[in-house]
């Protein structure tokens, strides 16, 4: 049986022998013998000796004229850059060049399109000079169409961070793209031809067979699974497989998800440690509205998460601290991203309670604070015991004032604030004139409520935010805060000497009088140590009384 070879191109020795025979009827056998190929001839001034049905018709479409034998075919071609590209492939074909080029032709209002053309002399019949040409065109627009859409999709597919994957009907891989390549460390050629058994190192037969009858029933399929590497390491993916050719093939859209599992993972961790965390636990925005809190924060404060969540975290405020303390929390954990300390606060019941407080600056992935979250515990207990001792090693035991080592730390405390907000404080020794005369004349029991009323008295000259406190026997200091001048100094001093000064009156009716003496020095004007600026009050405090008593002086 005599065999038959399919060939896409003419092949050249095929056109030499046609060129050797120019009688019409074997042209005539050449286009009836081509329907699908485009077949026309000319002679040496470019015209029309012959043509198929296919040529006519084409060049109707993209130059919109009809064309007939004897016609000049560079005539009918409209645009001028392509007339001069046609004749220039003719005339090397009447030069005596078989080749081939490919090229694009056509009117843009019309039609324009990609040929792929044999161009081939035609001999007279003694073979000695050339009489015309012929041309056989294959139509490429579509392949090159396909080709480019291919060469997009492939751009596409290797610019996307999820690797793909095509298995054919076999579970071979036929494609890969380059996230693919990263995501395994092998090369595309290194990929191609390896089944789901060769980098999937935990599925089954019977898994594989599901996902295969799944994307044949033309369905999506969602799974998670586990990818090997090169190297044999292993790692999470979620995979998305999708049916191709009608599921003949499956498209595998594969993520890594490593990362998202063990995200998951801590936020396991951290709602068992939020729902069963013996601390309360509470949550805010920016603004220090509350989100939400845990079990442990219901039973603290009495109120259920209804009633708290939407408030402001202030609402359970006791009045034992006044607005300073609360700006100087805000300015440290803006400053330091923490806050750590003791706040007194209010049950649903009205029962005050002390908690230890520890907020935390929660930042977004740009570094911006976006909550705030606050662990509590109830120390209510502990601190009741604590407060005695508290109250014994940091008060006077007689008028209830901060004693000496308390006013140290408190000074120490403002002269911080001090510099950090630059504002001034002023620190200030005071001795009573004429005491000791008064306690010795009427005994220590009515000396002793003598120093509880001065103690009274000079506390309801000053504001909430600064400090009275017995440093022993006679002798008191008094730290003022925020101080915007010597002149309002100096009115809150003179107001505390007035108070001092007027009269007591004794159990038995007696009316006495004492003054006092008061040193004063302005931090950070005086920028010493604290130690320091109390002896400096001291000592100015030593001169007021020697330059008549019931008087101040700041130090200089």
């Not at 220590?444 to 509880?452: C, E, Q």
């Not at 008094?478 to 100094?489: H, Q």
């Amino acid at each position: 049986m005599q065999k038959y070879k399919r060939i896409s191109k003419i092949d050249l020795d095929e056109i030499y022998s046609i060129n050797n025979k120019t009688n019409t009827d074997l042209l005539r056998a050449i286009l009836d013998s081509s329907p699908n190929i485009i077949v026309f001839a000319l002679d040496s001034e470019y015209k029309y000796l012959a043509f198929n049905h296919e040529h006519k018709k084409i060049m109707y479409a993209i130059w919109g004229k009809e064309i007939n034998l004897g016609m000049n075919m560079l005539e009918i071609i409209v645009r001028e850059d392509d007339r001069q590209k046609a004749k220039d492939l003719f005339d090397r074909a009447l030069n005596g060049e078989s080749f081939i080029d490919e090229t694009e032709y056509g009117d843009e209002a019309l039609s324009r399109k990609f040929w792929e053309t044999y161009y081939s002399p035609i001999y007279d019949d003694a073979k000695q000079s050339v009489i015309g040409l012929t041309c056989f065109n294959l139509d490429t627009t579509e392949r090159r169409t396909i080709e480019s859409q291919l060469q997009l999709a492939d751009l596409a597919l290797n610019m996307i961070t999820d690797a793909v994957y095509l298995f054919n009907e076999k579970r071979e891989i036929i494609y890969v793209n380059q996230a693919a390549c990263e995501a395994l460390d092998y090369s595309k050629d290194e990929l191609l031809g390896k089944t789901p058994f060769d980098i999937d190192p935990v599925i089954t037969v019977d898994e594989l067979q599901n996902i295969t009858d799944t994307i044949r029933l033309k369905k999506v399929i969602h799974f998670e699974t586990k990818h090997k590497r090169k190297d044999g390491s292993v790692f999470d993916v979620e995979i998305t497989t999708y049916p191709y050719e009608d599921g003949r093939y499956g498209l595998h859209i594969v993520k890594n998800i490593t990362e998202r599992k063990k995200t998951d993972e801590k936020l396991k961790l951290l709602a068992s440690v939020f729902t069963s965390a013996k601390e309360g636990i509470v949550i805010t925005d920016t603004s220090g509205t509350i989100v939400d809190i845990n079990e442990a924060y219901t039973l603290i404060t009495g109120y259920s998460k209804n009633e708290i969540v939407g408030q402001n975290a202030g609402f359970l405020k006791s009045d034992k601290h006044d607005k300073p303390f609360y700006k100087n929390m805000w300015d440290e954990l803006i400053q330091n991203k923490y806050w750590i300390g003791e706040i007194w606060n209010r049950r649903k019941n009205g029962e005050i309670f002390v908690e230890r407080l520890t907020i935390s600056a929660i930042s977004d992935s740009k570094g911006k604070t976006s909550s705030y979250v606050g662990l509590l515990t109830d120390i209510t207990t502990g601190k009741d015991y604590e407060s005695t001792l508290e109250r014994m090693a940091f008060y006077d035991s007689l008028t209830g004032l901060p004693n000496r080592l308390l006013f140290a730390e408190r000074i120490n405390q403002a002269m911080m604030i001090s510099k950090r907000l630059k504002t001034n404080m002023a620190v200030c020794f005071l001795d009573l004139d004429e005491f000791k005369p008064v306690n010795d004349g009427f005994g220590h029991n009515i000396g002793d409520k003598l120093l509880i009323e001065i103690a009274t008295r000079m506390q309801s000259q000053v504001r909430e935010s600064d400090t009275v406190a017995r440093m022993g026997g006679d002798e008191f200091a008094i730290l003022l805060l925020n101080i915007k001048s010597t002149k309002e100094c100096e009115t809150i001093i003179s107001k505390i000497l007035k108070s001092i000064h007027k009269t007591y009156t004794l159990p038995d009716h007696t009316g006495v009088k004492v003054t006092a003496s008061i040193g004063i020095t302005l931090y950070p004007h005086d920028n010493v140590t604290s130690d320091i600026l109390l002896r400096h009050a001291d000592q100015a405090m030593y001169l007021a009384k020697e330059s008549g008593k019931n008087k101040y002086i700041f130090h200089s």
